[in-house]
């Protein structure tokens, strides 16, 4: 198995014309490698993980209902970085709302298996009761054997049911697309021709099994020589969940968070040592279970106009789906 930085560049090195791929994912606190901040949470998971092996199976259980216990204070931590914000700390930070339940591993094949499947659904198994289970919507990277990227930034959120050009008319919501939208194109200008990184769509509506979102297309050309891990350093982790200035955010939700996020909120997929071509989701709507616990986490973007109860609100919306296949209805 591949657990670091270091041993993913050498597998990808040591892998080309072998025709296989990679897959695995890379965990939210690998950015405490990227970046300066400071001590990082402990986590059951390891920072990155892939594998060669992805043929996934599993037995098929009964699913007793499980209720999950919400992270206290999520009310309160809106409220501070509101104000941090308009003391002109930052623009906009991602704030997570962790969900916990005892769980028995085992299960966790049954229940992917009731998750609704998304552009990029994926169950990872790393043994000894370790799993991780993914129903992202979102694109974080795509990359293509001629060298172009891309990038799906997702920001805006309403349930299935509101009217969808609510979501479309919120200038709150197209301002926190634009600023993470913004530093989409910021980090890949690191590792693209100059000149080439532009947005091709923009404030597009997404309709999934349960919510509505907004997202924008931000595409560009890399530079000759440019690797996978390059990248990974240049970008992760991605904008829509970290925040603009992206440094500031990210201190600003682990001050309010304090533990760690683990794949969650991190990047899932696969990545091809032969031609150079990946593809990696936003690991939003995905779940991990560890220690004979499993955790979801339900992210907001916090901006200047952000009410607790709305953000809470969005929260529950995002979790609704998980929720409904743990057979728990709503915290």
Not at 244 to 268: F, H, V
Request: with cysteine; net charge negative.
């Amino acid at each position: 198995m591949i657990e670091t930085l270091v041993e993913l560049e050498r597998a990808l090195r040591d892998l080309k014309g072998s025709g296989k791929r990679l897959y695995g994912y890379l965990g939210y606190e690998l950015a405490h490698e990227l970046e300066d901040l400071g001590p990082a949470p402990w986590s059951p998971l390891p920072r990155l993980w892939f594998t060669t092996d992805h043929v996934v199976t599993g037995e098929l259980y009964e699913l007793q209902p499980v209720q999950m216990q919400s992270s206290l204070g999520f009310a309160e931590s809106v409220e501070r970085i509101v104000r941090r914000i308009h003391a002109g700390d930052l623009f906009q930070t991602n704030l997570c709302r962790y969900l916990d339940a005892a769980f028995d591993a085992r299960y966790a094949w049954t229940l992917y298996q009731r998750l609704p499947k998304q552009a990029h659904s994926m169950f990872l198994d790393l043994g000894g009761g370790r799993t991780v289970l993914s129903m992202s919507p979102e694109t974080f990277l795509r990359v293509d054997a001629t060298g172009r990227i891309e990038s799906l930034p997702i920001k805006g959120t309403r349930p299935l049911g509101t009217d969808p050009a609510e979501l479309l008319a919120s200038e709150k919501d197209r301002a926190e697309l634009a600023m993470v939208v913004d530093v989409t194109r910021n980090d890949l200008n690191r590792v693209c021709v100059p000149g080439s990184v532009r947005v091709v769509e923009y404030a597009a509506l997404m309709t999934l099994p349960t919510l509505y979102h907004t997202y924008s297309r931000v595409v560009g050309q890399l530079r000759t020589g440019v690797t996978a891990v390059d990248i990974i350093k240049a970008t992760f982790p991605p904008a829509s969940i970290t925040g603009a200035p992206k440094i500031e955010a990210m201190k600003a939700a682990q001050a309010e968070e304090r533990r760690s996020r683990g794949p969650c909120m991190g990047a899932m997929g696969w990545i091809d040592p032969n031609d150079g071509s990946m593809e990696l989701s936003v690991a939003i709507r995905t779940a991990y279970t560890a220690e004979g616990r499993i955790t979801y986490l339900a992210g907001c973007g916090i901006t200047a106009e952000s009410v607790a109860a709305e953000e809470l609100r969005e929260s529950e919306a995002k979790a609704a789906a998980f929720l409904q296949a743990l057979d728990t209805g709503k915290l």
